[in-house]
């Protein structure tokens, strides 16, 4: 018998949803395959099942494990001209930056169809990216340094959207 009331569970199957999660994530160009390797990691852990990312993109397995498997990795030269095609087609684009008119992530409402942008490391989101959002989240900072790791700000709000749709898909009417 255990001597504690809980026992590890290493590697516990994860939940089934019943409906998958919409959530897209797209990464302007980023300096670090490290840090793509882990949002991609991050996605797969939460059921989400699409990334875009732009320019020389390669992962590391020994880091995006079974993301890597699990993740549509879409790779594309530019990521304009494919935000443009998915605000048509009713996406709702939010960048993850520190801006004028930001909204903080701690009482951000997502919308299920929502593609959270996320900036280069060193840059952040540039313009030509912050011109084609609907809106924008903020992880409000209360130290220094004044900003987060790409992958880890990407895990951050990952797990907020995740939160306000826990089933995934659509919030029941």
Request: with cysteine; charged share 25%.
């Amino acid at each position: 018998m255990p001597s504690s009331r809980f026992v590890h569970l290493r590697h516990k199957p994860p939940d089934t949803l019943p409906a998958p999660r919409e959530l897209v994530v797209a990464c302007a160009p980023l300096r670090s395959h490290v840090n793509l390797s882990h949002i991609v990691r991050t996605c797969g852990c939460f059921g989400i099942r699409r990334v875009i990312a732009c320019g020389a993109v390669r992962l590391d397995d020994k880091i995006a494990r079974d993301g890597a498997d699990s993740v549509e990795l879409e790779v594309h030269r530019s990521l304009g001209p494919v935000l443009d095609r998915l605000k048509r087609d009713g996406w709702q684009l939010v960048g993850l930056e520190q801006t004028t008119g930001s909204e903080s992530l701690f009482s951000f409402p997502f919308v299920s169809r929502t593609v959270l942008v996320i900036g280069n490391e060193r840059l952040g989101l540039e313009e030509e990216f912050l011109d084609r959002l609907d809106r924008v989240a903020e992880i409000p900072m209360a130290g220094i340094p004044h900003s987060l790791n790409a992958a880890t700000s990407t895990a951050i709000a990952v797990y907020e959207y995740c939160r306000q749709f826990p089933v995934g898909g659509p919030a029941p009417p």
